[in-house]
């Protein structure tokens, strides 16, 4: 450990820094959550990319969320996005933070935090993180010794006197006017299988194709299946629903309207992705398809859920772009038998059974 967290026992103010993604927004929710417990009368402030402030405000926790555009600052470089960086670098350095929590571990994330001027900075140790340069920022630092990284995030509680609560899970709720809007899209139905085929990384997405077929195999067992995309998903939408054919539900939908949808949902089907943990954080059964990602350090939170993966030497490699063997295997041999089977068993079906549902 660098600095005595002892120096202040009771911090009066306190910056999260947690930027995203979607997924690692929801696997932070338990240790803020956790935070805002052990400190009532804190100030809070959340420092998140504003495109997930939603699963923020969606956690219910009484936190101050500042939300920035690092990818604008990045790519739009002007006079505009210049007088918004300075004006975010004085309000931080002049907002009186105690203690800085480095949630993401990344080298900006850590920059941040040092930047803020906190006496009390906590992250984790060089040898865990992506970017071991971070490890120069922090006061405090913490060698994780849990697997899952829900677990991890809240191992960075205990230099603060919090001994981690392991058992709690993240937790959201959509908005009022999502669920309205949702239940007049899918005309208040529920019960159904909703299938999310996307992801940002090229090598979690398993092929459309084998969605679509998936879906019609529910669907056959009449299962009512309903299908949702993100922005940019379109083309794969298009090629699940000619394979699946026209009993299948599709419906596109924003970041709350997912959440209401799962929360609506009997089982949700998907890869690695944000969608799957906000699924996982409403409550919904979970079928998920992991490939280069490890389903023990990301998959989901509770053991009943079913992951359907391949164990090969390769895994996890973590590559986003391509397989750096060139087959991906870990997606292309998971087979619509193997997924079927796992979405029979986690709705307690028999999986002989072809009854209606």
């Known amino acids: 450990m660098g600095t005595s967290i002892q120096n202040t026992p009771n911090p009066k103010r ?7 993604s979607m997924g690692d927004i929801v696997h932070c929710l338990p ?22 402030k939603a699963v923020v405000d969606m956690g219910g926790l009484s936190v101050r969320v500042v939300p920035i555009d690092t990818y604008q600052w990045r790519h739009s470089p002007g006079i505009g996005s210049a007088r918004e960086i300075v004006e975010f670098l004085w309000e931080l350095r002049s907002d009186g933070y105690d203690c800085a929590i480095d949630f993401q571990g990344l080298l900006k994330s850590a920059f941040v935090g040092y930047l803020s001027s906190a006496p009390i900075r906590i992250g984790w140790e060089r040898d865990f993180l992506r970017e071991p340069a971070s490890r120069f920022f922090y006061t ?20 603060l006197g919090i001994d981690p609560d392991w058992d709690t899970p993240p937790r959201i709720a959509p908005p009022a006017e999502a669920r309205a809007s949702v239940d007049a899209r899918v005309d208040g139905r529920r019960g159904f299988v909703l299938l999310n085929p996307g992801a940002n990384w090229r090598t979690k997405r398993w092929d459309p194709a084998r969605y679509g077929e998936l879906a019609g195999r529910l669907i056959d067992d009449g299962l009512p299946v309903t299908l949702t995309w993100g922005p940019g998903e379109e083309d794969v939408a298009r090629t699940i629903r000619a394979v699946a054919g026209a009993e299948l539900t599709a419906i596109d939908s924003t970041l709350p309207e997912l959440a209401a949808l799962c929360e609506r949902a009997r089982l949700f089907v998907g890869g690695d992705t944000g969608p799957m943990h906000v699924a996982a954080a409403v409550g919904t059964p979970i079928v998920s398809i ?17 992951v359907v993966e391949l164990r090969m030497p390769c895994r996890p490699c973590y590559e986003r ?33 072809r009854s209606p549902w």
Not at 14 to 20: E, H, N, Q, S
Not at 31 to 52: C, G, M, T, Y
Not at 291 to 306: K, Q, V, W, Y
């Open 14 to 20: 306190i910056l999260v820094i947690k930027l995203g």
């Open 31 to 52: 240790s803020v959550r956790q935070l805002r417990d052990h400190f009532p009368d804190a100030e809070i402030d959340w420092l998140v990319e504003r495109k997930n």
């Open 140 to 159: 405090d630092v913490v060698k994780p010794r849990r697997v899952h990284v829900i677990d991890q995030q809240m191992e960075l509680l205990q230099p």
């Open 290 to 306: 992991f490939g280069p990602t490890s389903s023990d350090r990301n998959g989901p939170f509770l053991r009943e859920d079913a």
């Open 321 to 353: 772009d391509a397989c750096p063997l060139g087959h991906l295997e870990c997606m292309g041999l998971v087979t619509v038998d193997a997924v079927y089977e796992a979405c029979r068993g986690r709705l307690n079906l028999d999986a002989a059974a």
